[in-house]
């Protein structure tokens, strides 16, 4: 382009005039009109126009304004292709809440610290048709005009913030709410998630159209104290259901302020946040009475005099009557779980989980809600013991997964969820756990339970010497008749005769029961549960599942798994790799010595401390546990389906509970909870692992109890005796000795034998008296039966007569 180049002749005379360089011309002369008169009137130039003037030349600016146009177009592409197309038939899938689907594949929704209640536009107009005209006039009074996105709305918000230096106004419409947080679900404040925003308003503008979009914010928007959506917002605030009941024009306005600041608004939630929501109630009056940026009133004076004098009338007894219905309520304590999980597991955001209930996840789980109900009744019930009393249960699949939970007596949303986060010490329940299966584990040839240890007060070292519950010593016991009776001192010298503390507590860490290397490698806590910082009723469970199940410990869980909304479609959300890998299942025990200690806890329940135990037609195992003082009691339990840890404390353990016992107060709770669970299930048994035999006791050598009887026409003494079935064995055999007069083996008897007829002819005597030794033909030992005196009926000159009689004598005698 030829623009700004100048001619050597013209470029002085240029600088001088500020004219652009002239056209060399011709020296003959032009009349005054002709076109080269005209241009040197113009100094050469034919259209009297600078260099920088004809930059814009017309040519010019149509090359900018196609470029601008270009961009312009671009820019709508790549904000359009930003944006999420989401399906208008897909929308009520997001409008409705996260739910967990239950063992019986029942939908439950998540919001346990929300209420909603889904109502289409429809029918709030019928009844209330001024209801979504006051949230378009208060929200986004160009609704029904812009495509999306208010552009001009969103200049003047900016030009507030920036000159009041704060945010004051929001340029969003409602359908950039309902694209930002309904379909996006994503709350970031960056410059890239603003884009996709609007290009979703945009996109869901041509899909869906005004009605729906307005229909979805009614149903989404918090209007705090833990209603979502406006028909809950009605139900909480005015007792009113909007599809049938008609509001006050002054309830409406409150109604329209309320998503500005929902909590501080929420007229029930104390007096100031009420005062500041009747004063916002009475700005949105004025908006819905007066025309506000072109748009005109949607009330009329008389109408806003009369709702500025509405006296409201605030109450949480609208609230918690709609709460209370709730199945979420009653899985309360679950939902957390599962909300827990989700951020450990499964990679969701602590806001993700906040706003549960808009995620649209299917969750699947193995809760049992008849099952759930029973175990809080069942833990509301520990008033009737004494008030004093709280505690915590869970129940487990013997998969591992949460059937139930027991967050607390009286639970609700928000307490402290007594199954998860209150450690408390487990007493005896710890034994089996870090000392009865390890003890057999690590010495597998040469402890079972018949094993005898030594149950006597002594130093255990350190000066540590603490005694039996019932304060008595009881001797030489079987390692099964310490679990039985939860003796102490046979306890402390299992454990250190066969496992000792090292290795207890690597027991324990494999078990993730979480004790404290520092304050729990010791006897006391590794044998009687004394640990430092406690454990909760759903390590314990967890930790049981290792009994059930051959020495393989499930890990605890409540999700089954999660499906996510992607594209319109529901997708399986992968666990995390790290929880992938903490979740699997775990080699704790061997399998002999899981089975014989699954063996012991049943003489737990059979005859020992927790013979209370009563589940239906279940078999059942389980170990009781009481600290020092009765403070905490516990009993794990479990059958062949369930395992369930029960923990209950006295939360005024200066004022002693008698009833608070392992094998009291925690066993009746399991009782309830263990029958709800089984109830009309198939009785099933437990089974012994391949390879393994059933644990042998020692032959030990027991007298026989004797009876002795005369047999007066024979002559003879009759003697019987009872023998124990783990001595009906070839290894037995029996001497019988007469007594009267010194001692004298009279006859030998079989193993087999239980009865013996020894002849008293020739013998005289008035009485005789007889036993029989019992003997070990392997070791030689023997022991003595009682001795019992056989008198005949005559004796002398009677038992002579006898002799002289002949046959038929004999036969008319017979």
């Given at each position: 382009?030829?623009?700004?180049?100048?001619?050597?002749?013209?470029?002085?005379?240029?600088?001088?005039?500020?004219?652009?360089?002239?056209v060399q011309s011709q020296t003959k002369k032009h009349t005054p009109n002709s076109r080269i008169a005209r241009r040197k009137s113009t100094g050469g130039n034919p259209t009297g126009k600078t260099g920088f003037q004809k930059m814009f030349t017309l040519k010019w600016m149509g090359i900018v304004f196609a470029t601008s146009m270009l961009l312009v177009v671009g820019m709508?592409?790549?904000?359009?292709?930003?944006?999420?197309?989401?399906?208008?038939?897909?929308?009520?899938?997001?409008?409705?809440?996260?739910?967990?689907?239950?063992?019986?594949?029942?939908?439950?929704?998540?919001?346990?610290?929300?209420?909603?209640?889904?109502?289409?536009?429809?029918?709030?107009?019928?009844?209330?048709?001024?209801?979504?005209?006051?949230?378009?006039?208060?929200?986004?009074?160009?609704?029904?005009?812009?495509?999306?996105?208010?552009?001009?709305?969103?200049?003047?918000?900016?030009?507030?913030?920036?000159?009041?230096?704060?945010?004051?106004?929001?340029?969003?419409?409602?359908?950039?709410?309902?694209?930002?947080?309904?379909?996006?679900?994503?709350?970031?404040?960056?410059?890239?998630?603003?884009?996709?925003?609007?290009?979703?308003?945009?996109?869901?503008?041509?899909?869906?159209?005004?009605?729906?979009?307005?229909?979805?914010?009614?149903?989404?928007?918090?209007?705090?104290?833990?209603?979502?959506?406006?028909?809950?917002?009605?139900?909480?605030?005015?007792?009113?259901?909007?599809?049938?009941?008609?509001?006050?024009?002054?309830?409406?306005?409150?109604?329209?302020?309320?998503?500005?600041?929902?909590?501080?608004?929420?007229?029930?939630?104390?007096?100031?946040?009420?005062?500041?929501?009747?004063?916002?109630?009475?700005?949105?009056?004025?908006?819905?009475?007066?025309?506000?940026?072109?748009?005109?009133?949607?009330?009329?004076?008389?109408?806003?005099?009369?709702?500025?004098?509405?006296?409201?009338?605030?109450?949480?007894?609208?609230?918690?009557?709609?709460?209370?219905?709730?199945?979420?309520?009653?899985?309360?304590?679950?939902?957390?779980?599962?909300?827990?999980?989700?951020?450990?597991?499964?990679?969701?955001?602590?806001?993700?989980?906040?706003?549960?209930?808009?995620?649209?996840?299917?969750?699947?789980?193995?809760?049992?809600?008849?099952?759930?109900?029973?175990?809080?009744?069942?833990?509301?019930?520990?008033?009737?013991?004494?008030?004093?009393l709280q505690g915590g249960t869970v129940t487990l699949d013997k998969d591992g997964y949460i059937v139930a939970i027991g967050g607390g007596k009286n639970y609700k949303p928000g307490d402290l969820n007594k199954a998860f986060n209150d450690p408390k010490q487990p007493g005896s329940s710890i034994k089996p756990l870090t000392v009865f299966a390890p003890a057999m584990d690590l010495n597998k040839d040469k402890v079972d339970p018949y094993t005898t240890v030594e149950d006597r007060k002594k130093d255990f070292g350190g000066g540590y010497s603490p005694d039996n519950a019932d304060g008595r010593e009881h001797g030489t016991v079987s390692l099964q008749e310490v679990a039985k009776k939860s003796y102490n001192l046979?306890?402390?010298?299992?454990?250190?005769?066969?496992?000792?503390?090292?290795?207890?507590?690597?027991?324990?860490?494999?078990?993730?029961?979480?004790?404290?290397?520092?304050?729990?490698?010791?006897?006391?806590?590794?044998?009687?549960?004394?640990?430092?910082?406690?454990?909760?009723?759903?390590?314990?469970?967890?930790?049981?599942?290792?009994?059930?199940?051959?020495?393989?410990?499930?890990?605890?869980?409540?999700?089954?798994?999660?499906?996510?909304?992607?594209?319109?479609?529901?997708?399986?959300?992968?666990?995390?790799?790290?929880?992938?890998?903490?979740?699997?299942?775990?080699?704790?025990?061997?399998?002999?010595?899981?089975?014989?200690?699954?063996?012991?806890?049943?003489?737990?329940?059979?005859?020992?401390?927790?013979?209370?135990?009563?589940?239906?037609?279940?078999?059942?195992?389980?170990?009781?546990?009481?600290?020092?003082?009765?403070?905490?009691?516990?009993?794990?339990?479990?059958?062949?389906?369930?395992?369930?840890?029960?923990?209950?404390?006295?939360?005024?353990?200066?004022?002693?509970?008698?009833?608070?016992?392992?094998?009291?107060?925690?066993?009746?709770?399991?009782?309830?909870?263990?029958?709800?669970?089984?109830?009309?299930?198939?009785?099933?048994?437990?089974?012994?692992?391949?390879?393994?035999?059933?644990?042998?006791?020692?032959?030990?050598?027991?007298?026989?109890?004797?009876?002795?009887?005369?047999?007066?026409?024979?002559?003879?003494?009759?003697?019987?005796?009872?023998?124990?079935?783990?001595?009906?064995?070839?290894?037995?055999?029996?001497?019988?000795?007469?007594?009267?007069?010194?001692?004298?083996?009279?006859?030998?008897?079989?193993?087999?034998?239980?009865?013996?007829?020894?002849?008293?002819?020739?013998?005289?005597?008035?009485?005789?008296?007889?036993?029989?030794?019992?003997?070990?033909?392997?070791?030689?030992?023997?022991?003595?039966?009682?001795?019992?005196?056989?008198?005949?009926?005559?004796?002398?000159?009677?038992?002579?007569?006898?002799?002289?009689?002949?046959?038929?004598?004999?036969?008319?005698?017979?």
């Open positions: 382009m030829n623009l700004f180049r100048r001619s050597k002749d013209t470029s002085q005379n240029s600088r001088s005039s500020g004219s652009a360089p002239l709508y592409i790549t904000i359009s292709a930003m944006g999420v197309v989401y399906p208008i038939s897909k929308l009520d899938q997001i409008l409705a809440s996260s739910v967990l689907e239950d063992v019986d594949g029942k939908k439950i929704p998540v919001s346990d610290d929300e209420y909603r209640d889904y109502i289409s536009l429809e029918d709030i107009k019928k009844v209330n048709p001024l209801l979504p005209q006051a949230f378009v006039k208060v929200e986004d009074n160009r609704f029904y005009e812009h495509k999306g996105v208010d552009y001009w709305s969103m200049g003047r918000a900016m030009v507030t913030n920036i000159v009041a230096m704060e945010k004051r106004q929001g340029g969003s419409t409602l359908t950039m709410q309902v694209a930002g947080n309904v379909i996006l679900n994503d709350r970031k404040k960056t410059f890239s998630r603003k884009l996709m925003e609007i290009g979703t308003a945009w996109n869901l503008e041509l899909e869906a159209g005004k009605d729906k979009i307005l229909e979805a914010y009614l149903n989404y928007i918090s209007f705090g104290g833990k209603a979502r959506g406006v028909k809950a917002a009605a139900l909480f605030y005015f007792n009113k259901d909007i599809s049938k009941d008609k509001l006050e024009v002054a309830e409406i306005a409150y109604l329209a302020g309320l998503p500005k600041a929902p909590t501080r608004y929420c007229g029930f939630c104390g007096k100031e946040n009420a005062e500041r929501g009747e004063k916002r109630a009475q700005t949105t009056l004025y908006v819905m009475s007066h025309d506000d940026d072109g748009a005109k009133p949607i009330i009329t004076m008389d109408q806003y005099e009369k709702a500025k004098k509405y006296k409201f009338k605030w109450t949480t007894d609208y609230r918690d009557k709609y709460l209370a219905g709730k199945s979420s309520q009653l899985n309360s304590a679950f939902i957390a779980q599962v909300k827990e999980e989700l951020k450990e597991d499964y990679g969701y955001s602590e806001e993700d989980v906040e706003n549960l209930s808009t995620l649209g996840l299917q969750i699947k789980t193995r809760l049992n809600q008849n099952v759930q109900k029973e175990t809080q009744e069942a833990l509301n019930n520990l008033d009737k013991t004494s008030s004093q046979g306890t402390l010298e299992t454990l250190q005769k066969y496992v000792g503390v090292s290795k207890a507590f690597e027991y324990s860490e494999r078990l993730e029961l979480g004790l404290d290397s520092k304050t729990d490698k010791n006897l006391g806590a590794l044998g009687l549960g004394g640990v430092s910082k406690g454990v909760t009723p759903l390590q314990m469970a967890q930790a049981y599942t290792s009994f059930p199940n051959n020495g393989v410990m499930k890990h605890a869980r409540a999700i089954v798994e999660v499906q996510e909304p992607v594209d319109g479609k529901l997708k399986k959300k992968s666990l995390e790799d790290k929880a992938q890998k903490r979740l699997e299942d775990k080699k704790v025990y061997e399998p002999q010595a899981a089975y014989y200690t699954h063996k012991m806890l049943q003489e737990v329940v059979q005859s020992g401390t927790a013979t209370g135990v009563k589940s239906g037609n279940q078999p059942v195992a389980g170990k009781t546990g009481t600290t020092n003082e009765n403070k905490v009691a516990w009993f794990v339990g479990y059958t062949p389906r369930y395992v369930t840890a029960v923990m209950v404390y006295n939360t005024k353990p200066e004022k002693k509970v008698s009833a608070l016992s392992g094998g009291k107060v925690p066993v009746t709770v399991f009782n309830d909870i263990i029958q709800s669970a089984e109830k009309g299930q198939k009785a099933l048994s437990f089974t012994r692992p391949d390879g393994v035999k059933d644990p042998e006791p020692p032959f030990e050598l027991s007298k026989v109890s004797l009876t002795g009887n005369f047999d007066s026409v024979k002559n003879e003494a009759i003697l019987n005796w009872s023998v124990p079935r783990d001595m009906q064995t070839p290894r037995i055999r029996y001497e019988i000795y007469r007594t009267d007069g010194g001692e004298k083996k009279v006859q030998d008897a079989a193993f087999s034998d239980t009865s013996i007829r020894i002849p008293l002819d020739g013998e005289s005597g008035s009485s005789f008296q007889f036993k029989v030794k019992v003997i070990d033909g392997e070791t030689g030992q023997s022991v003595d039966s009682n001795t019992v005196t056989v008198t005949p009926s005559g004796s002398g000159e009677q038992n002579e007569s006898k002799k002289d009689k002949g046959f038929f004598d004999w036969l008319t005698d017979w």
